[in-house]
């Protein structure tokens, strides 16, 4: 699976769309991007996931550039309880094997 | 919550001692994983069933650790002989297969070896 860069840490304020930002350059054509998020001492969360075109749901919105070396996630109205840990993974479709994560951003929710 | 549950929560040992953790997925996933996670870092993977076979084992972090899945529902993660080292939050996660499976995780089990 491709390697993924993404800042350690983010701040924003409460009610403001929060904008992640991931670099995964040397994607493959069959890789997804995939994000979880991990609330302080819970087990990591499913948020979206996308290969090429942008994707909405009831969490958030993924873009996906075009050239597929980059995406942001963005939460539309961030709320406190959106702090937490937000990893970034890229992943072959259909693959079996575990998720590889990185350290992820720590994103702070400032009311 | 998930639907995979994860027993005990919380587990204090000491150094030597044996430990057993077991994972319940979501009943119609038929794959389940098992991952590490100590302080400042992300989930490591250690392995993975389908049904009960036992498709990856070599991220298993050493013969003292072993997993089972015998019917292909639950499964067992053990640590023998502990060390303070292996302190840290263990993870189970399932998941059914598709073109673009999601891995659904419990809430973990965190392990502290004194």
């Known amino acids: 699976d491709a390697k993924t860069t993404q800042p350690p840490s983010m701040d924003c304020a409460e009610g403001r769309a929060a904008n992640l930002p991931c670099n995964h350059s040397t994607i493959s054509g069959n890789e997804y991007v995939y994000w979880y998020r991990q609330i302080h001492s819970q087990g990591p969360q499913y948020i979206i996931h996308?290969?090429?075109n942008n994707e909405t749901n009831e969490m958030a919105s993924l873009i996906i550039t075009e050239d597929r070396k980059s995406s942001t996630l963005i939460l539309p109205h961030a709320t406190l309880r959106d702090t937490a840990v937000y990893y970034c993974?890229?992943?072959?479709?259909?693959?079996?094997?575990?998720?590889?994560f990185g350290k992820g951003t720590h994103l702070i929710i400032q009311p | 919550d998930t639907g995979v549950s994860q027993d005990p929560r919380h587990k204090i040992t000491k150094r030597g001692q044996n430990v057993t953790f077991r994972c319940d997925p979501i009943s119609e996933h038929n794959r389940l994983y098992w991952y590490r996670q100590t302080l400042g870092q992300g989930p490591e993977f250690l392995t993975y069933?389908?049904?009960?076979?036992?498709?990856?084992k070599s991220r298993l972090l050493s013969d003292r650790f072993s997993a089972e899945r015998p019917k292909g529902s639950f499964s067992t993660l053990e640590i023998q002989r502990t060390e303070q080292g292996d302190s840290a939050m263990y993870l189970c996660a399932s998941s059914f297969p598709s073109g673009q499976e999601t891995q659904y995780f419990g809430p973990g089990t965190r392990l502290l070896v004194l």
């Open positions: 996308g290969l090429k």
């Open positions: 993974i890229v992943r072959v479709e259909g693959g079996a094997d575990g998720l590889t």
């Open positions: 069933f389908q049904n009960e076979a036992q498709l990856e």
